[in-house]
């Protein structure tokens, strides 16, 4: 019989104490403190923003000198600083230009608009129990395809995918198109989730067309804690 969900545990209750809009910033903070992921000054682009916590901590890292966007179809009704802005919309449907264009300082002319220094993703399908880890592959190589037109050579890379039998197949594809790519299972999330998060740093620029994925290949082993995984 599966176990309750606990939703008060006690990465919710250190949100309310302090001040996160969900106890998800946790998961970043400890990609954060693994891997280094974003730095000061960093332009940082949220897939799926809403409730706002991942901006939070991404605005908390890349500090007053960086520059935070979100985009989500809900509304973020937080104000969470001059260095934050949020977009509401779809961001597979949404131009790369317009992105870019509102990291950009005013006044900036479009030729002249930079890239992102990371793109995040904590998109995940509403779950039904049943193929949902396809669903959230799916996501994730929308993710890898919209890349090319946000994300700058060398940048990096974290969105979460449910464990599953695509989970290696979209490992394999995303160390395709970046130096170092693995996956990685914070504490924070919960004991009965599938849920993981495949990290890459140092983009190639490239896309995951212009790879291919060997046949039959088997599924991973979920990754081990505390530490990387393959």
Same mark, same amino acid.
């Given at each position: 019989m599966a176990q309750p969900r606990k939703l008060h545990d006690k990465y919710f209750l250190m949100a309310k104490a302090e001040g996160y809009l969900a106890r998800s910033a946790y998961k970043l903070k400890e990609i954060q403190e693994r891997g280094k992921i974003i730095w000061p000054g960093d332009r940082v682009l949220d897939l799926g923003c809403a409730p706002g916590s991942w901006m939070q901590v991404a605005c908390e890292i890349a500090g007053p000198r960086g520059r935070i966007i979100g985009i989500d179809l809900q509304e973020v009704r937080a104000d969470l600083g001059p260095n934050v802005r949020t977009i509401v919309g779809d961001a597979f449907?949404? /131009? *790369? &230009? %317009? $992105? $870019? &264009? @509102? &990291? &950009?300082? /005013?006044? %900036? *002319? *479009? /030729?002249?608009?930079? +890239?992102? !220094? %990371? %793109? $995040?993703? !904590? +998109? @995940? *399908?509403?779950t039904s129990g049943h193929g949902d880890d396809l669903v959230s592959s799916r996501l994730c190589r929308r993710v890898l395809e919209l890349l090319p037109g946000v994300l700058k050579p060398g940048g990096h890379l974290a969105m979460k995918i449910f464990e599953g039998a695509e989970h290696p197949v979209v490992l394999h594809e995303t160390k395709a198109v970046f130096r170092d790519a693995r996956s990685f299972k914070p504490h924070a999330c919960r004991d009965v989730s599938r849920e993981t998060y495949i990290v890459a740093y140092g983009y190639s620029g490239a896309t995951t067309r212009e790879s291919k994925v060997p046949k039959g290949l088997a599924p991973a082993k979920p990754a081990p804690r505390p530490g990387w995984g393959a």
């Open positions: 449907k949404t /131009e *790369p &230009a %317009v $992105l $870019l &264009a @509102a &990291a &950009a300082k /005013e006044g %900036v *002319p *479009p /030729e002249k608009h930079k +890239m992102f !220094d %990371v %793109v $995040l993703s !904590d +998109m @995940a *399908p509403n």
